[in-house]
């Protein structure tokens, strides 16, 4: 495994793994080690949500709403084809769904963001604007629950394991923790 893999190194990952060991990098914790010492890396810190009726009607709400469609005065013209758009709606409903389910027996922050990261590793569009549109959902979604940070989890996702880590550090850095 390289630096990268505990970041997401596609090499790395477990199907790639079976792949001759000209494909495979080699793993060093002095990499790792130096992220740390520069706060780069660290440990997502828990928070107990309060799930209460007024949140719950808020997830609904953006559940009923039509997803990924065009959002006029910006940029954003909607996911295409629509067989597509109707995917990632499905997708995001379902995460809708699961959280509303399942943060009256967890309710965390680890839980929330630990269904984020499946819906994001399931999530099929190729166009950069409609993996920001399932980044703003998202957000919103933190915004509902009372979740501040992702914990550099979105910016990973959405900028890769490098460029991710540096953006959640630049930003930290300006707003804080």
Same mark, same amino acid.
């Given at each position: 495994?390289?630096?990268?893999?505990?970041?997401?190194c596609?090499?790395c990952?477990?199907?790639?793994?079976?792949?001759?060991?000209?494909?495979?990098?080699?793993?060093?914790?002095?990499?790792?080690?130096?992220?740390?010492?520069?706060?780069?890396?660290m440990?997502?810190?828990?928070?107990?949500?309060?799930?209460?009726?007024?949140?719950?009607?808020?997830?609904?709400?953006?559940?009923?709403?039509?997803k990924?469609?065009? *959002?006029?005065?910006?940029?954003?013209?909607? *996911?295409?084809p629509?067989s597509?758009?109707?995917?990632?709606?499905?997708?995001?409903?379902?995460?809708i769904?699961?959280?509303?389910?399942?943060?009256?027996?967890?309710?965390?922050?680890?839980?929330?963001?630990?269904?984020?990261?499946?819906? *994001?590793s399931?999530?099929?569009a190729?166009?950069?604007?409609?993996?920001e549109?399932?980044v703003?959902?998202?957000?919103?979604?933190?915004?509902?629950?009372?979740?501040?940070?992702?914990?550099?989890?979105?910016?990973?996702? *959405?900028?890769?394991?490098?460029l991710?880590?540096?953006?959640?550090h630049?930003?930290?850095?300006?707003?804080?923790?």
């Open positions: 495994m390289c630096d990268a893999y505990l970041f997401g596609n090499a990952s477990p199907q790639y793994r079976a792949e001759p060991a000209a494909f495979r990098h080699n793993f060093s914790w002095r990499g790792f080690a130096a992220l740390w010492r520069l706060n780069l890396v440990p997502a810190a828990d928070q107990k949500l309060e799930i209460s009726r007024h949140t719950l009607e808020k997830l609904s709400a953006l559940r009923s709403r039509p990924y469609v065009d *959002m006029p005065g910006t940029i954003y013209n909607g *996911m295409r629509e597509s758009r109707l995917s990632a709606e499905e997708q995001l409903n379902q995460l769904d699961g959280l509303r389910n399942g943060l009256s027996s967890k309710p965390s922050k680890k839980f929330a963001l630990a269904e984020f990261a499946k819906t *994001m399931e999530f099929e190729s166009d950069t604007e409609d993996r549109q399932l703003r959902y998202l957000q919103e979604i933190m915004d509902i629950l009372g979740i501040a940070s992702s914990d550099g989890l979105l910016n990973r996702w *959405m900028y890769g394991p490098v991710g880590v540096l953006a959640d630049d930003y930290t850095e300006r707003h804080g923790p």
